[in-house]
């Protein structure tokens, strides 16, 4: 089934007529209440009405991730504030988040969107289905739940955490749909086998899983482990949340909402168009946004847009898998932490020298942090009778880091000069998950 075939399904040319039409008339918006894209677009000498059709976005600015961080926190927000009635903010960024402002026209494109994602899983209104992103400020537990909402399936807000709990309600509810991080998946799996709950005594016949990277035995394993069907989702807070993307039942790469995101990819270093079919950076226009629309935002995500049709009769164009991240953010338990944090939390400690390193693991489906860091020499001489400095030292770092990243981790205090020295590039994360 397809949630609206009038929009995905739509015959090439009227969709790029639409989204021509569309372009031009979010350049114009912007032009006119974003200062940052005026400036930027009058340095390049360009006006709203040099915008046509959509192979003229070639012509307009890239927004970058510092861009948003640098207009912080309503500086790319092209509605009035009385026109924005939610907000949502990017995990783990250094200093500034990035911060997003939602009309309600934008709640409803977002909730249609979802819905289609959704519909095209298989979910129906009979279903009940429970939503284990973070509610909050992170775009994957409201963004799914409205969509669920607009859809007409029953939704139960589980949320993260309360994993016990969450295992009893997949059973006592018969809870038909999940939808959560990968890792989280394979969590609660584990959770629910501890708790003596058979596979057979669920429901569950549907996953809607993202933000962030899983390979394929991780989908196998998800679904032996839960008895569903698991299928991808992906988004990011800049563009809309999750719904940018979604799976279809030929599972061959993701259908974008290209009525209302506009994708391309470049190359990283020229910033010019690479062809279908090879890697590159993925970068989004959205279309319709009116909260905060941006222009040719680079998402530093690398993957391909597959070309030819899908059998599924959708003529939204397909995004491969996510290959890796141009820039080194980590995305650890759904959050994104950059190694930059950790250095700058690191080096605001005395006791510290500044000789780290970040070794990511998955232990019993749950992403792991461990920091190692030297501690100074001097610090050491004045208490090296005793363990216990050292402990207490482990405990103020990871406190420090839990409140910078939002996410805990395993601090080790080392000896000086015991870390590694590295004459070319250091190798500072060691990332043992091999996801990508
Ligand atoms: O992760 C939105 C989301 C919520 C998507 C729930 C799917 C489900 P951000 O926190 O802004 O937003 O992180 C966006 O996460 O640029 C990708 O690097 C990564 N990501 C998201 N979905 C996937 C996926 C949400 N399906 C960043 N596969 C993106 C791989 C993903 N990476």
């Given at each position: 089934?397809?949630?609206?075939?009038?929009?995905?399904?739509?015959?090439?040319?009227?969709?790029?007529?639409?989204?021509?039409?569309?372009?031009?008339k979010v350049v114009d918006y912007v032009y006119h209440n974003v200062l940052f894209y005026r400036t930027k677009m009058q340095e390049?000498?360009l006006?709203p009405?040099?915008?046509?059709?959509?192979?003229?976005?070639?012509?307009l600015p890239?927004t970058?991730?510092?861009d948003l961080?640098d207009n912080y926190p309503f500086g790319l927000q092209a509605a009035p504030q009385?026109e924005i009635?939610?907000?949502?903010?990017?995990?783990?960024?250094?200093?500034?988040?990035?911060i997003v402002g939602?009309t309600?026209?934008?709640?409803?494109?977002?909730?249609?969107?979802?819905?289609?994602?959704?519909?095209?899983?298989?979910?129906?209104?009979?279903?009940?289905?429970?939503?284990?992103?973070?509610?909050?400020?992170?775009?994957?537990?409201?963004?799914?739940?409205?969509?669920?909402?607009?859809?007409?399936?029953?939704?139960?807000?589980?949320?993260?955490?309360?994993?016990?709990?969450?295992?009893?309600?997949?059973?006592?509810?018969?809870?038909?749909?999940?939808?959560?991080?990968?890792?989280?998946?394979?969590?609660?799996?584990?959770?629910?086998?501890?708790?003596?709950?058979?596979?057979?005594?669920?429901?569950?016949?549907?996953?809607?899983?993202?933000?962030?990277?899983?390979?394929?035995?991780?989908?196998?394993?998800?679904?032996?482990?839960?008895?569903?069907?698991?299928?991808?989702?992906?988004?990011?807070?800049?563009?809309?949340?999750?719904?940018?993307?979604?799976?279809?039942?030929?599972?061959?790469?993701?259908?974008?909402?290209?009525?209302?995101?506009?994708?391309?990819?470049?190359?990283?270093?020229?910033?010019?168009?690479?062809?279908?079919?090879?890697?590159?950076?993925?970068?989004?226009t959205t279309?319709?946004k009116t909260g905060m629309p941006v222009l040719r935002y680079?998402?530093?995500?690398?993957?391909?847009?597959?070309?030819?049709?899908?059998?599924?009769?959708?003529?939204?164009?397909?995004?491969?898998?996510?290959?890796?991240?141009?820039?080194?953010?980590?995305?650890?338990?759904?959050?994104?932490?950059?190694?930059?944090?950790?250095?700058?939390?690191?080096?605001?400690?005395?006791?510290?020298?500044?000789?780290?390193?970040?070794?990511?693991?998955?232990?019993?489906?749950?992403?792991?942090?461990?920091?190692?860091?030297?501690?100074?020499?001097?610090?050491?001489?004045?208490?090296?009778?005793?363990?216990?400095?050292?402990?207490?030292?482990?405990?103020?770092?990871?406190?420090?880091?839990?409140?910078?990243?939002?996410?805990?981790?395993?601090?080790?205090?080392?000896?000086?000069?015991?870390?590694?020295?590295?004459?070319?590039?250091?190798?500072?994360?060691?990332?043992?998950?091999?996801?990508?």
């Amino acid at each position: 089934m397809i949630w609206n075939p009038s929009k995905e399904c739509m015959p090439e040319e009227q969709k790029r007529e639409l989204q021509g039409k569309r372009l031009h008339k979010v350049v114009d918006y912007v032009y006119h209440n974003v200062l940052f894209y005026r400036t930027k677009m009058q340095e390049l000498g360009l006006e709203p009405g040099d915008i046509r059709t959509i192979d003229d976005i070639v012509k307009l600015p890239f927004t970058t991730k510092q861009d948003l961080r640098d207009n912080y926190p309503f500086g790319l927000q092209a509605a009035p504030q009385s026109e924005i009635i939610r907000i949502h903010a990017s995990t783990g960024t250094t200093g500034n988040p990035t911060i997003v402002g939602y009309t309600r026209k934008d709640i409803d494109i977002w909730s249609e969107c979802m819905s289609r994602c959704l519909t095209a899983y298989g979910v129906r209104r009979s279903d009940i289905f429970s939503v284990a992103y973070g509610y909050g400020l992170f775009t994957g537990g409201l963004g799914v739940h409205y969509g669920v909402e607009n859809l007409g399936a029953t939704v139960v807000p589980a949320s993260t955490g309360g994993t016990q709990k969450h295992a009893k309600l997949l059973k006592d509810l018969g809870i038909t749909g999940l939808a959560c991080t990968p890792s989280y998946a394979l969590h609660l799996a584990e959770v629910v086998e501890k708790s003596g709950i058979g596979k057979d005594e669920l429901k569950l016949r549907v996953g809607a899983f993202g933000a962030e990277p899983w390979t394929e035995s991780m989908r196998q394993e998800i679904e032996s482990r839960l008895g569903l069907k698991g299928y991808n989702i992906y988004g990011l807070s800049e563009i809309m949340g999750p719904c940018v993307s979604y799976e279809c039942e030929c599972q061959h790469g993701s259908h974008i909402n290209e009525d209302h995101f506009y994708p391309e990819i470049i190359d990283p270093q020229t910033l010019r168009p690479i062809p279908a079919g090879e890697d590159g950076e993925l970068v989004f226009t959205t279309l319709t946004k009116t909260g905060m629309p941006v222009l040719r935002y680079r998402t530093r995500d690398l993957c391909s847009l597959l070309p030819g049709d899908c059998p599924c009769g959708r003529t939204f164009v397909r995004m491969s898998s996510i290959k890796g991240r141009t820039d080194d953010m980590l995305i650890i338990r759904g959050i994104n932490v950059f190694p930059s944090q950790v250095e700058s939390v690191l080096l605001g400690i005395p006791e510290c020298a500044p000789y780290y390193r970040l070794i990511v693991d998955r232990v019993n489906n749950l992403d792991t942090l461990t920091v190692q860091v030297e501690a100074r020499a001097e610090y050491l001489s004045r208490d090296m009778d005793t363990l216990s400095p050292i402990a207490a030292l482990e405990k103020k770092v990871a406190a420090r880091l839990r409140d910078v990243l939002s996410i805990s981790s395993a601090v080790q205090i080392k000896m000086p000069g015991s870390l590694e020295r590295f004459e070319g590039k250091a190798k500072i994360v060691t990332d043992n998950r091999k996801l990508i």
